[in-house]
């Protein structure tokens, strides 16, 4: 019986170590985006939440990823956002996907579909 309470006991002192253990910290590269938007940086409220989302981004981990925002016409025209990540000029981009309705009508759901 006693032999019993005891492997229990070392059981949990053993699974206490591993949890209380530090963990080995891990440097992963920083990862920079560049994020282009379709709008000018006069619409506050669309290019403004585009930065707003950008921060958080970067704050919330640790500066680890972190996006460069681009207002219409910096990087590319505004109504080619799009196709400048999948030509890979960008990583991403900020936009309306109706404006690309007449490439794949699949980009008005969700948008503006009536």
Known sequence: MKRRQFLKAAGVGVAATAIAKPAIAQTNPAIKWRLTSSFPKS?????????????????????????????AGEIVPGLNAMDAVSSGTVEACHTAAYYYFGKDPTFALFCAAR
Request: aromatic letters at 14%; glycine letters at 4%.
């Open 43 to 71: 619409l506050d409220t669309l290019y403004g939440a585009m930065e707003t989302i950008a921060r958080f981004v970067a704050e919330s981990t640790d500066n680890q990823f972190q996006m460069q925002t681009f207002a």
